[in-house]
């Protein structure tokens, strides 16, 4: 089978780190699955890379990334403007590259990672090559977006087009069902793991790899310092343990641009002593920074199915999380604990808790799917669009309906 995936959320010259997972299930897939990946870059992030002196692209924006063959394409779009109209801007800068690719390349299937603006492109790629397209919810495109009326019609528009709806749990299942999708057009399917690097191991070796002290009681966080990771809950949080007088550091692993209001708020609550901001990390990195703590947390305002918490999972470390998104689909009752968003007082009392239990319950053999186990799951969903695709007759995708019910033309 030959797929194409159209993703912005994939790892660029620019962002080696963003998106690993597209990239992991592209590898997965690639050595039975002959693959190719449309990843446009937001012109915003290479204007920021020029202005820390990255290297500019070349005028061949095509390279091979670990065997995959990806296509670089600028997106310019205006920020934060015209949001209902990202689809259509998308599309425009998308669209020669995707043209140019299938002179030379026709795939068998489509898939766009995320529903608006990547969905909506992948729905008119797979028009244009006459084959099915399927659309990967991974989360905030109707967790978040789908709260403004207008992207909300968008995607909702999008996802009616699609020849198949992905989503990453049984709760992002539930929320499409809302957006008025038919429940069997949409699968839920699992997203893996690399289990070569996410796997128990030494916590006294991963501490001495990251010069943490093999005795201290360590709280890991892991993400992008942004509002939607409730950063601010979780400091108020620590100061709440730290009245207590209960022992922890917390390591906050990943940048952002919240990074300097949140060192102002650690100081402003006397934590500066207790809280690392350990920047951002590669990814190879990341498995010592699971095993090394105690307990990893994630006070999120929304989520999906997050990969960090997938990634500890794996790692055999327990977690505390909100009771967002589908993460109660992979918490475990032995040693995850699940607090509602926007409570530093109750997250406090879960984090103490889990610091006293932590290592005593995890049971020792849960699973989550690992790349390739994932990457077969797919394969099957797509299967029966391609039978059901008849070679040289028009596609039944609702093409149409798509452009008129976001005022755009193709």
């Not at 962002?15 to 590898?27: R, S």
């Not at 390591?251 to 949140?262: A, D, N, Q, T």
């Not at 102002?264 to 990390?281: C, H, M, P, Q």
Request: include cysteine.
């Amino acid at each position: 089978m030959r797929l194409l995936l159209i993703a912005n959320d994939f790892p660029h010259p620019f962002d080696p780190n963003k998106g690993i997972f597209n990239l992991n299930l592209a590898k997965a897939l690639n050595p039975e699955h002959e693959m190719r990946v449309i990843c446009p870059i937001p012109w915003v992030d290479e204007w920021r890379a020029r202005r820390r002196n990255v290297p500019a692209l070349a005028g061949n924006r095509r390279a091979v990334l670990q065997g995959i063959e990806v296509h670089y394409p600028r997106y310019y779009y205006p920020p934060k403007l015209w949001r209902s109209s990202y689809g259509w801007f998308y599309w425009q800068n998308v669209r020669p590259t995707i043209t140019s690719l299938l002179k030379t390349y026709t795939p068998h299937a489509v898939l766009g990672y995320w529903a608006h603006p990547d969905g909506q492109a992948a729905v008119k790629a797979a028009r244009l090559a006459n084959v099915p397209s399927a659309v990967i919810v991974g989360g905030s495109d109707v967790l978040l977006t789908a709260r403004d009326p207008r992207r909300r019609q968008c995607i909702a528009s999008v996802l009616a087009a699609a020849d198949a709806v992905v989503t990453v749990s049984q709760q992002l299942k539930d929320k499409t069902i809302d957006l008025g999708i038919p429940p069997e057009k949409i699968h839920v399917w699992s997203q893996g793991v690399d289990a070569e690097k996410f796997r128990p191991g030494d916590r006294g070796d991963a501490r001495r790899r990251l010069n943490i002290p093999p005795d201290c009681r360590a709280v890991v966080w892991v993400g992008r310092l942004v509002p939607v990771k409730a950063l601010d809950v979780l400091l108020n949080a620590g100061a709440i343990l730290h009245r207590r007088q209960i022992e922890f550091r917390l390591y906050l692993v990943g940048g952002g641009p919240l990074r300097h209001s949140l060192e102002t708020l650690a100081a402003s609550l006397g934590l500066t002593d207790l809280i690392w901001f350990v920047g951002e990390r590669s990814y190879e990195q990341l498995p010592d920074w699971y095993r090394a703590a105690n307990l990893v947390v994630l006070p999120s305002w929304s989520e999906g199915l997050p990969n960090v918490l997938r990634e500890a999972v794996a790692c055999n470390v327990p977690f505390v999380a909100t009771r967002v998104g589908g993460i109660a689909e992979i918490a475990r009752d032995e040693c995850d604990r699940l607090v509602p968003p926007g409570d530093p007082a109750t997250l406090a009392d879960a984090i103490a808790a889990g610091l006293t239990d932590a290592g005593s319950t995890v049971p020792p053999d849960r699973r989550v799917p690992d790349w390739t186990e994932s990457a077969h799951a797919l394969v099957n969903i797509l299967q029966p669009l391609l039978a059901a695709s008849t070679p040289n007759s028009p596609s039944p995708h609702n093409v149409p309906h798509l452009i008129a019910s976001t005022g755009q033309t193709q």
